[in-house]
T-cell receptor, first 110, second 112 residues
Framework: SQQGEEDPQALSIQEGENATMNCSYK?????LQWYRQNSGRGLVHLIL?????REKHSGRLRVTLDTSKKSSSLLITASRAADTASYFC??????????FGTGTRLQVFP | DAGITQSPRHKVTETGTPVTLRCHQT?????MYWYRQDPGHGLRLIHY???????DKGEVSDGYSVSRSKTEDFLLTLESATSSQTSVYFC???????????FGDGTRLSIL
């Protein structure tokens, strides 16, 4: 049973545009993490937001967390072709395990 | 990149044969995880380890066993491979359960 569900499943944009992807989850969490996966590679950690935080920034990434709605969003600003990848949210509910969503496939066209 | 090596990177085998995948880390992290990734399912946890000889089941543990006799190595064994276990398998490590995980580049396993 997946804890996190990403929306949309796929997203296509032009370089320079912003990309927003959303994650919804089901239970209380300790933190929520976002990962990127390039084709044929392992996941790479992008950003972690704790349950008592509402927003976090890292370079061109902005993550928000709304624990009352059990949702998070990842915004990539001024996207580049190199941002083409799948993006996953993962929730930590204090059980020693992360639960990953099914991911959003982002395609950025030059 | 964090020091994680998965071997083999690719394997083709037949139904009913035993298969062992190896994850080796040089980071001295306490936690190690095995996931499988299938289209439409994202990453699903198979087993994980929270220390030498300390392991626990994940969401999809049936048909899999693990062992961790040293901090640096975490083995995943398919005792008798089935076609439903065709997948890409990822190993991950973390220093604590709440810290970000670092992933290997995966093992693509095909069972014919």
């Amino acid at each position: 049973s997946q804890q996190g569900e990403e929306d949309p499943q796929a997203l296509s944009i032009q370089e320079g545009e912003n990309a927003t992807m959303n994650c919804s989850y089901k239970t209380s969490i300790n933190n929520l993490q976002w990962y990127r996966q390039n084709s044929g590679r392992g996941l790479v950690h992008l950003i972690l937001i704790r349950s008592n935080e509402r927003e976090k920034h890292s370079g061109r990434l902005r993550v928000t967390l709304d624990t009352s709605k059990k949702s998070s969003s990842l915004l990539i600003t001024a996207s580049r072709a190199a941002d083409t990848a799948s993006y996953f949210c993962a929730t930590d509910d204090n059980t020693d395990k992360l639960i990953f969503g099914t991911g959003t496939r982002l395609q950025v066209f030059p | 990149d964090a020091g994680i090596t998965q071997s083999p990177r690719h394997k083709v085998t037949e139904t009913g044969t035993p298969v062992t995948l190896r994850c080796h880390q040089t980071e001295n992290h306490r936690y190690m995880y095995w996931y499988r990734q299938d289209p439409g399912h994202g990453l699903r946890l198979i087993h994980y380890s929270y220390g030498v000889k300390d392991t626990d089941k994940g969401e999809v543990s049936d048909g899999y066993s693990v062992s961790r006799s040293k901090t640096e190595d975490f083995l995943l064994t398919l005792e008798s491979a089935t076609s439903s276990q065709t997948s890409v398998y990822f190993c991950a490590i973390s220093s604590t359960a709440s810290q970000p995980q670092h992933f290997g580049d995966g093992t693509r396993l095909s069972i014919l």
